[in-house]
């Protein structure tokens, strides 16, 4: 633990920390261009140069790691003058284009420099000039820009890792660029603009859109998937101008994904804006609320309550899933389902369906089994988690399932689920490396949970855990996790929205419904369902998009995106979170929780919650969890899954189509893009690779 | 000058340079066979025909495990990996201070006149490639041309033009110094045109 002493300030830090890091601890600030926190040191950018005593030149403080009796200056006329050395350095190819550079107002350089800048130029000759480069429809070049830092190289090998970018040519000829022009093939590339301390980066759906100082910031969360990263939606008037990452370390550390960084345009297209019922001639009229609760009511009053079902889809809040709870317990109907994707879990201990290593949990695992999942693409965040700890510590990773380049190493078992068999047996090679490692963790992913042999499966995957020590029972350690696809599901599971013990699942309603068992069908924001089903059922859809769902409907009701309300989230870990709203929902729509109280009163039952505070009490009421917000809730270690046989029907792939997944997605022109030009790309080059 | 990669279609070593291939990537330490990169390249390079073709980058890439663009970037990053295809004699003027004193930008100049072709090109019959290149450590021995792998010294504008007709002709050229000096030897009074 070395001492050492910054600008007369004495400081005893761990040993590896470097100067920078040891002047952060103190609150001093250094500038820096190159240097990030969660990247590899590169120390090539200078501008953090401090003074170090018996050191005749000035030092790098990000590339120089703290020892014992260092005494540091940071604020001397020298390395001031150091300092405006290397920054004047930089300027000389750097365009003076801020007023028409998107980076203006938010920019590193713009800031230093306005620090330790001069007043004028003292580079007579032309400056330098870089063709742009091409890196796909989400990243905006403006090469001539680039200062070097070469924080996006190494973003694409360390975090991304798709080692896609390069620094070709040297000198003074030196680039930033891709070996042949083509779209960064990472989830994650949009992060890059974040990092990117200069105009070189920028978001290309976002370019020429907004300053940063027009914008209002609201912090929220993520529900492109379970993941939850925290983000901040930033707003100019009613319109939602961009996302970007918060920093959460627990969840997403500084970055999120492409999907919820750019699908934030589908917001704007196809949105339900008033209420709609179908007309004698089978077409959708718009009506007022009232008219539509009524058509809604005259229809419930003659069914008995179990012949009316409910569906809840991947993005809703849990006040809305409550409210509706509550509802359908009213009129009678034991047929409610949150598992629109057909999942069979969720009836067994809170364990039993929780991601319960934790996220930041996953960087102590020495050993990883994938189960029917493919991380990458179902919670990019997750599979960064993983390609982290591999880098740090070489995390050996198994995949028993439709196989996926991943971004790391990975052993592929093949997608027969009898090798699960196998290695709860022992007779798999892979059941000795289960067998010696310390803190083993397996990830089941929807491929394995929507089959229908799924609760064995589960079972099965409960023996393996406690065959192979991956739950402890002296330490907190329990690397049993289910990692969920759908930003509702946990919370919805938490509230018990499944069918009671006479209650269909989503399949079952969907086949009651062809039978005229089922008679009219409550959609709260379900698009990913078989609707051709419910061609001749009586079908309310309540959300934010004329999708699937809206398709089938009799009765529409325009509810909330994401960004419109304040909400509730569980996340794939078990975590509650709450988002504020940040715009107010288009038209006549209105905040989800809010249709459905309006319509109880329609409807004779009335909700007895009549402010936001009020469902959220209703919410703790149901689950004391819902009081916990932020924290994880360890789940106790209990029994669940059942005894049975594996079908042999292989492993598959739950998402084909990273880009285009949710009813918001399906709208974004920027994901259309993304669609076509990555994944187009990437299916291309495996049918080639084949 | 940009560079770019200049496709081809496709690249193998030949048997000879497989022996050699092997023999270079038991020089280095086991996993450490990345680091054999520039002389894989190199000896691609001499495979070619003095020059660097992408689908070399690709393959030697591919062969130690490294994505294509960390080759692209050492190939970039060297001078001496040409990009582009070179003649059969590529000439390397040195036009660094002491070259550039002893009359290095007259021999550019005679050879661009002569050869009808600016810095980096190509003659159209495929013989030369005139580019100029930073220091080669043979100041004592200033102006210095290296032709492909064999320096020429002492140069004056005459000297080099005519060393440029023996290599057209294809008579026998001798490396080192034209005026016949020994190493770096003191050269005697009136040895040299410009004295």
Same mark, same amino acid.
């Given at each position: 633990?070395?001492?050492?002493?910054?600008?007369?300030?004495?400081?005893?830090?761990?040993?590896?920390?470097?100067?920078?890091?040891?002047?952060?601890?103190?609150?001093?600030?250094?500038?820096?261009?190159?240097?990030?926190?969660?990247?590899?040191?590169?120390?090539?950018?200078?501008?953090?140069?401090?003074?170090?005593?018996?050191?005749?030149?000035?030092?790098?403080?990000?590339?120089?790691?703290?020892?014992?009796?260092?005494?540091?200056?940071?604020?001397?006329?020298?390395?001031?003058?150091?300092?405006?050395?290397?920054?004047?350095?930089?300027?000389?190819?750097?365009?003076?284009?801020?007023?028409?550079?998107?980076?203006?107002?938010?920019?590193?350089?713009?800031?230093?420099?306005?620090?330790?800048?001069?007043?004028?130029?003292?580079?007579?000759?032309?400056?330098?000039?870089?063709?742009?480069?091409?890196?796909?429809?989400?990243?905006?070049?403006?090469?001539?820009?680039?200062?070097?830092?070469?924080?996006?190289?190494?973003?694409?090998?360390?975090?991304?890792?798709?080692?896609?970018?390069?620094?070709?040519?040297?000198?003074?000829?030196?680039?930033?660029?891709?070996?042949?022009?083509?779209?960064?093939?990472?989830?994650?590339?949009?992060?890059?603009?974040?990092?990117?301390?200069?105009?070189?980066?920028?978001?290309?759906?976002?370019?020429?859109?907004?300053?940063?100082?027009?914008?209002?910031?609201?912090?929220?969360?993520?529900?492109?998937?379970?993941?939850?990263?925290?983000?901040?939606?930033?707003?100019?008037?009613?319109?939602?101008?961009?996302?970007?990452?918060?920093?959460?370390?627990?969840?997403?550390?500084?970055?999120?994904?492409?999907?919820?960084?750019?699908?934030?345009?589908?917001?704007?297209?196809?949105?339900?804006?008033?209420?709609?019922?179908?007309?004698?001639?089978?077409?959708?009229?718009?009506?007022?609320?009232?008219?539509?609760?009524?058509?809604?009511?005259?229809?419930?009053?003659?069914?008995?309550?179990?012949?009316?079902?409910?569906?809840?889809?991947?993005?809703?809040?849990?006040?809305?899933?409550?409210?509706?709870?509550?509802?359908?317990?009213?009129?009678?109907?034991?047929?409610?389902?949150?598992?629109?994707?057909?999942?069979?879990?969720?009836?067994?201990?809170?364990?039993?369906?929780?991601?319960?290593?934790?996220?930041?949990?996953?960087?102590?695992?020495?050993?990883?089994?994938?189960?029917?999942?493919?991380?990458?693409?179902?919670?990019?965040?997750?599979?960064?988690?993983?390609?982290?700890?591999?880098?740090?510590? %070489?995390? $050996?990773?198994? !995949?028993? *399932? =439709?196989?996926?380049?991943?971004?790391?190493? +990975?052993?592929? &078992? #093949?997608? @027969?689920?009898?090798?699960?068999?196998?290695?709860?047996?022992?007779?798999?090679?892979?059941?000795?490396?289960?067998?010696?490692?310390?803190?083993?963790?397996?990830?089941?992913?929807?491929?394995?949970?929507?089959?229908?042999?799924?609760?064995?499966?589960?079972?099965?995957?409960?023996?393996?855990?406690?065959?192979?020590?991956?739950?402890?029972?002296?330490?907190?350690?329990?690397?049993?996790?289910?990692?969920?696809?759908?930003?509702?599901?946990?919370?919805?599971?938490?509230?018990?929205?499944?069918?009671?013990?006479?209650?269909? %699942?989503? $399949?079952?309603? !969907?086949? *009651? =419904?062809?039978?005229?068992?089922?008679?009219? +069908?409550?959609? &709260? #924001?379900? @698009?990913?369902?078989?609707?051709?089903?419910?061609?001749?059922?009586?079908?309310?859809?309540?959300?934010?998009?004329?999708?699937?769902?809206?398709?089938?409907?009799?009765?529409?009701?325009?509810?909330?995106?994401?960004?419109?309300?304040?909400?509730?989230?569980?996340?794939?870990?078990?975590?509650?979170?709450?988002?504020?709203?940040?715009?107010?929902?288009?038209?006549?729509?209105?905040?989800?929780?809010?249709?459905?109280?309006?319509?109880?009163?329609?409807?004779?039952?009335?909700?007895?919650?009549?402010?936001?505070?009020?469902?959220?009490?209703?919410?703790?009421?149901?689950?004391?969890?819902?009081?916990?917000?932020?924290?994880?809730?360890?789940?106790?270690?209990?029994?669940?899954?059942?005894?049975?046989?594996?079908?042999?029907?292989?492993?598959?792939?739950?998402?084909?189509?990273?880009?285009?997944?949710?009813?918001?997605?399906?709208?974004?022109?920027?994901?259309?893009?993304?669609?076509?030009?990555?994944?187009?790309?990437?299916?291309?080059?495996?049918?080639?690779?084949? | 000058?940009?560079?770019?990669?200049?496709?081809?279609?496709?690249?193998?070593?030949?048997?000879?340079?497989?022996?050699?291939?092997?023999?270079?990537?038991?020089?280095?330490?086991?996993?450490?066979?990345?680091?054999?990169?520039?002389?894989?390249?190199?000896?691609?390079?001499?495979?070619?025909?003095?020059?660097?073709?992408?689908?070399?980058?690709?393959?030697?890439?591919?062969?130690?495990?490294?994505?294509?663009?960390?080759?692209?970037?050492?190939?970039?990053?060297?001078?001496?990996?040409?990009?582009?295809?070179?003649?059969?004699?590529?000439?390397?003027?040195?036009?660094?201070?002491?070259?550039?004193?002893?009359?290095?930008?007259?021999?550019?100049?005679?050879?661009?006149?002569?050869?009808?072709?600016?810095?980096?090109?190509?003659?159209?019959?495929?013989?030369?490639?005139?580019?100029?290149?930073?220091?080669?450590?043979?100041?004592?021995?200033?102006?210095?041309?290296?032709?492909?792998?064999?320096?020429?010294?002492?140069?004056?504008?005459?000297?080099?033009?005519?060393?440029?007709?023996?290599?057209?002709?294809?008579?026998?050229?001798?490396?080192?110094?034209?005026?016949?000096?020994?190493?770096?030897?003191?050269?005697?009074?009136?040895?040299?045109?410009?004295?």
């Amino acid at each position: 633990m070395p001492k050492l002493i910054i600008d007369d300030q004495e400081i005893e830090v761990e040993n590896g920390v470097t100067v920078l890091q040891a002047a952060e601890m103190l609150g001093i600030e250094i500038p820096v261009f190159c240097y990030h926190p969660k990247l590899s040191i590169a120390g090539n950018c200078r501008m953090c140069l401090v003074q170090m005593e018996k050191s005749p030149k000035p030092i790098a403080s990000c590339a120089m790691p703290a020892t014992e009796g260092m005494v540091i200056h940071t604020q001397t006329p020298m390395v001031k003058k150091a300092r405006q050395g290397v920054l004047e350095f930089l300027l000389i190819n750097h365009p003076l284009d801020c007023p028409i550079c998107d980076q203006g107002g938010e920019c590193d350089l713009q800031d230093i420099t306005m620090a330790y800048g001069g007043d004028s130029s003292r580079f007579g000759l032309n400056k330098r000039a870089v063709p742009d480069k091409d890196l796909g429809p989400l990243i905006e070049t403006a090469m001539n820009r680039c200062i070097h830092c070469t924080r996006c190289i190494r973003f694409a090998n360390e975090i991304a890792g798709v080692p896609e970018l390069g620094a070709t040519g040297r000198g003074e000829h030196m680039e930033i660029g891709t070996y042949i022009e083509k779209a960064i093939t990472s989830e994650l590339s949009g992060n890059m603009i974040d990092i990117c301390p200069v105009g070189a980066l920028t978001s290309k759906p976002y370019s020429f859109q907004g300053r940063p100082w027009e914008l209002s910031s609201t912090p929220s969360v993520d529900v492109f998937d379970a993941v939850g990263c925290a983000i901040r939606i930033d707003t100019r008037g009613r319109e939602v101008m961009r996302i970007l990452p918060r920093q959460s370390f627990q969840i997403n550390e500084d970055w999120i994904s492409d999907k919820s960084r750019f699908a934030y345009d589908g917001l704007k297209y196809q949105r339900l804006d008033r209420p709609y019922a179908k007309g004698k001639d089978g077409r959708l009229h718009p009506v007022s609320w009232d008219e539509a609760f009524n058509v809604i009511a005259d229809h419930f009053q003659h069914l008995p309550g179990d012949h009316i079902a409910a569906i809840v889809g991947d993005m809703v809040d849990t006040e809305a899933i409550v409210a509706l709870k509550d509802l359908m317990n009213a009129i009678g109907s034991p047929h409610i389902d949150c598992r629109q994707d057909g999942s069979k879990i969720g009836y067994g201990p809170r364990s039993s369906y929780l991601f319960n290593t934790t996220i930041a949990g996953i960087e102590k695992a020495d050993f990883c089994l994938l189960i029917g999942t493919n991380p990458r693409w179902e919670a990019p965040l997750i599979n960064a988690r993983i390609r982290k700890n591999y880098l740090n510590t %070489g995390l $050996s990773v198994a !995949l028993l *399932g =439709a196989p996926h380049e991943l971004g790391y190493p +990975v052993e592929h &078992l #093949g997608d @027969d689920p009898l090798i699960f068999e196998k290695i709860l047996k022992g007779r798999h090679p892979i059941s000795a490396a289960l067998k010696s490692a310390k803190f083993p963790m397996l990830i089941l992913g929807q491929g394995a949970l929507k089959r229908n042999d799924a609760e064995v499966i589960l079972g099965l995957a409960h023996k393996i855990a406690d065959k192979y020590n991956i739950v402890h029972q002296s330490d907190p350690w329990n690397g049993f996790n289910i990692l969920h696809s759908a930003a509702s599901r946990v919370g919805a599971l938490d509230l018990g929205f499944l069918p009671g013990p006479q209650g269909y %699942g989503v $399949s079952e309603i !969907l086949k *009651g =419904a062809a039978q005229k068992k089922i008679e009219a +069908v409550y959609l &709260l #924001g379900a @698009d990913d369902i078989d609707v051709s089903s419910l061609e001749s059922t009586f079908v309310v859809y309540q959300g934010h998009h004329g999708d699937r769902g809206a398709s089938v409907a009799d009765v529409v009701l325009p509810g909330s995106a994401y960004t419109e309300k304040s909400g509730t989230y569980v996340n794939t870990e078990g975590r509650v979170q709450r988002s504020f709203k940040a715009v107010s929902p288009p038209g006549e729509a209105k905040e989800d929780w809010k249709i459905i109280r309006a319509l109880s009163d329609h409807l004779g039952f009335e909700l007895p919650y009549d402010s936001l505070n009020d469902v959220r009490a209703r919410l703790v009421e149901v689950n004391s969890l819902f009081d916990e917000l932020d924290t994880i809730q360890k789940a106790s270690w209990e029994d669940f899954g059942k005894e049975g046989t594996v079908l042999s029907e292989p492993f598959k792939a739950t998402i084909d189509n990273f880009y285009m997944t949710d009813s918001i997605s399906r709208h974004s022109v920027t994901m259309a893009k993304c669609a076509q030009e990555i994944q187009g790309d990437e299916q291309r080059n495996q049918i080639h690779e084949k | 000058m940009k560079k770019s990669v200049t496709h081809y279609e496709t690249f193998e070593f030949s048997e000879k340079n497989k022996k050699k291939l092997t023999d270079i990537l038991t020089r280095y330490p086991e996993g450490r066979q990345a680091s054999a990169i520039l002389p894989l390249f190199e000896l691609a390079q001499r495979q070619c025909g003095g020059w660097l073709p992408g689908s070399a980058i690709e393959k030697i890439t591919q062969m130690l495990g490294l994505p294509v663009i960390r080759g692209y970037e050492v190939a970039t990053f060297y001078t001496m990996f040409n990009l582009k295809p070179v003649g059969k004699y590529h000439l390397q003027v040195c036009g660094t201070t002491p070259c550039m004193l002893r009359g290095s930008e007259d021999l550019k100049a005679a050879c661009q006149k002569k050869l009808s072709i600016g810095l980096g090109e190509t003659t159209k019959d495929g013989l030369f490639t005139l580019s100029e290149v930073e220091c080669i450590g043979a100041c004592v021995n200033a102006p210095v041309v290296q032709i492909n792998d064999d320096f020429y010294e002492d140069l004056t504008k005459e000297s080099f033009i005519k060393l440029l007709d023996d290599l057209k002709e294809g008579k026998k050229v001798k490396a080192g110094s034209v005026i016949g000096r020994q190493g770096s030897a003191p050269e005697k009074k009136g040895d040299h045109a410009q004295e």
